[in-house]
């Protein structure tokens, strides 16, 4: 996987008029932490938009911070829910020959048979954690769902991972399935409504009938 790079400033201002006052410059406040002490930085946000149009877990980004090199994976970010802006990023710094856990986008690939026939498909599984070393963390996880008919589903156990990846995600977990559409229960007609409603009227007055017959009694 090809790694990116960004430049990132230093910064010792964490107070929140400071930070209100970063983002209107255009930057974004960040942290990195991991087994040095965190480092509160800043990135230029129309860098890092251009370079990151998805944000993923599994991309070993490279930030220089006055010449300091980390390579770092996003592990979480804050993103304003009106506009879609990020509005914070924590990096965590990986380490070189040291294991990690990450987790790992999957994508659905084609036109599944079972939608052509009227089926829904649905993915509860869009990510799955795997563990491997920096070098060896692998691409989306890339599912084949053309031949899903109705009724068919993809579980993490037919994922193929590379070599020197576990995935630590069940294995029967469902990624994606085709399920049959729901059939709503149909509006009554005028004319179904108009008889249930004459229905009623004849059996209350058989009640009356009854009441007053046994009144006569």
Do not use: W
């Amino acid at each position: 996987m090809e790694q990116k790079t960004l430049s990132a400033d230093a910064r010792s201002d964490l107070k929140t008029a400071a930070t209100r006052r970063l983002r209107r410059t255009g930057k974004i406040p960040a942290i990195i932490y991991g087994h040095r002490d965190p480092v509160p930085v800043a990135i230029d946000e129309l860098d890092f938009i251009r370079k990151f149009k998805i944000l993923s877990e599994s991309q070993i980004i490279r930030i220089t911070v006055d010449g300091e090199p980390y390579d770092c994976l996003i592990k979480d970010y804050q993103e304003d829910i009106l506009t879609g802006d990020v509005k914070h990023i924590d990096f965590f710094e990986i380490e070189a020959g040291k294991v990690l856990r990450a987790n790992i986008s999957i994508h659905l690939a084609g036109s599944a048979v079972g939608v052509r026939e009227g089926g829904i498909l649905e993915q509860p599984l869009h990510e799955v954690e795997v563990e491997c070393l920096p070098q060896d963390l692998p691409e989306p996880f890339e599912v084949d769902i053309s031949g899903l008919a109705i009724g068919d589903s993809v579980h993490v156990d037919q994922l193929v991972a590379p070599d020197g990846v576990k995935i630590l995600t069940h294995e029967d977990q469902v990624i994606a399935l085709v399920a049959a559409a729901r059939v709503e229960a149909e509006e009554p007609t005028e004319e179904e409504e108009l008889e249930e409603g004459e229905a009623g009227e004849v059996e209350a007055e058989t009640d009356e009938e009854r009441e007053a017959a046994g009144a006569e009694e």
